[in-house]
């Protein structure tokens, strides 16, 4: 799974199962993949994914395909189907997947915001960030309203059995950064249906926002450093690092005596010139906080400024999910135990396969 998530995917049949996405928030230009009974996000519309080693064979009636490395079958494989909430519509005329998508097998995923302060700037928009690319294409809308995202919630639950549910945003502002609006839309998808939420947004200005989005719904708490050399930081993503490193560590512990201890985590992504060394030393003390670092392969995604930026090898992200996996054990810090976001998912990284 992990060369898998390095290298990508060839499809002989790029129309099995649900639709691979492409652009907006991330994973952007994945699909999802069931591999041994594990659902994972492989890259398959990068350029790395078109030289990959890995080739899905077209599914049989049965939806069930081999996993060839080659000419050599290694793993048989399935592609979770299209979700039935995809072929409803609101009363106004937009569609489910417009609004929410079905991210790996059985998680709701929402971008409330497709816009951001950051993206709108050359000078300040992160390079590897395609969050405006699906609503320059049409495939979603600029803001999901708190009753459309409840409605889409319910029917994806009631006809798709969805588990848990990620709501993202693009920054709206440099001082609740989201939070707002991510309070407003979690208290109406709560009071639709009962599905536990994560909520993501950069650290906000006032701690105060973790007491107020934990009582409007939110069970837990996505804040993503991405890069974690401060250096590094300015550099692929300068309006972001505007937000140092030293605010999320006092928003992490803040926030971790709300949402409690494996409740918070980070995403990090590996591969774009952090070392080992460093995603390692950040992710032990962000353990010691009780913050799950959710270490994840660097994609590079088509139309950005980083879409010729090589992925990281398999073996770079095994240096570091062994030693992680290995620390997160160690202090009982398990992504089975989370409620609901990336890290209780797991399909955009295998570090869940080293906890063990």
Not at 41 to 56: G, L, Q, Y
Not at 151 to 162: I, K, T, W
Request: net charge neutral; with cysteine; aromatic share 6%.
């Amino acid at each position: 799974m992990t060369e898998l998530q390095s290298t990508g995917l060839r499809l002989l049949d790029p129309s099995a199962g649900a639709a691979s996405r492409r652009g907006g928030a991330g994973p952007s230009d994945h699909k999802a993949v069931t591999v041994d009974g594990h659902t994972i996000m492989v890259p398959v519309h990068t350029a790395t994914a078109w030289t990959s080693p890995f080739v899905a064979e077209a599914p049989d009636a049965s939806g069930n395909s081999r996993l060839m490395r080659g000419t050599i079958p290694i793993a048989s494989i399935t592609f979770p189907k299209a979700p039935r909430f995809y072929a409803l519509q609101t009363l106004d005329g937009i569609p489910y997947s417009h609004i929410a998508t079905l991210h790996s097998s059985d998680v709701l995923a929402t971008t409330v915001l497709q816009n951001c302060i950051r993206y709108e700037s050359r000078k300040k928009t992160c390079k590897f960030c395609a969050i405006g690319q699906s609503l320059a294409a049409g495939r979603t809308i600029a803001h999901k309203a708190p009753q459309q995202l409840a409605e889409v919630a319910r029917a994806a639950v009631l006809l798709d059995g969805v588990k848990h549910m990620v709501m993202t945003t693009g920054t709206p502002n440099a001082t609740d950064r989201g939070a707002s609006v991510l309070c407003d839309s979690a208290y109406a998808i709560k009071a639709a249906v009962d599905l536990p939420i994560q909520a993501q947004c950069e650290p906000p200005d006032d701690d105060q926002w973790f007491v107020r989005m934990k009582a409007s719904g939110v069970d837990t708490l996505g804040m993503h450093l991405e890069v974690v050399t401060p250096e590094l930081r300015a550099r692929i993503m300068p309006g972001k690092a505007s937000v140092p490193i030293e605010r999320y560590m006092s928003a992490f512990a803040a926030s971790v005596g709300v949402f409690g201890r494996g409740q918070v985590s980070t995403y990090i992504l590996a591969g774009l010139g952090d070392t080992s060394e460093a995603i390692l030393n950040i992710s032990e003390k962000l353990i010691a906080l009780g913050v799950y670092p959710f270490v994840v392969p660097f994609v590079p995604i088509s139309g950005t400024p980083l879409e010729d930026h090589a992925a990281p090898s398999p073996e770079f992200m095994k240096s570091i999910l062994a030693l992680l996996g290995a620390m997160l054990k160690a202090e009982n810090l398990r992504s089975s135990e989370i409620k609901a976001g990336c890290g209780k998912c797991g399909a955009c990284s295998s570090l869940s396969t080293f906890e063990v």
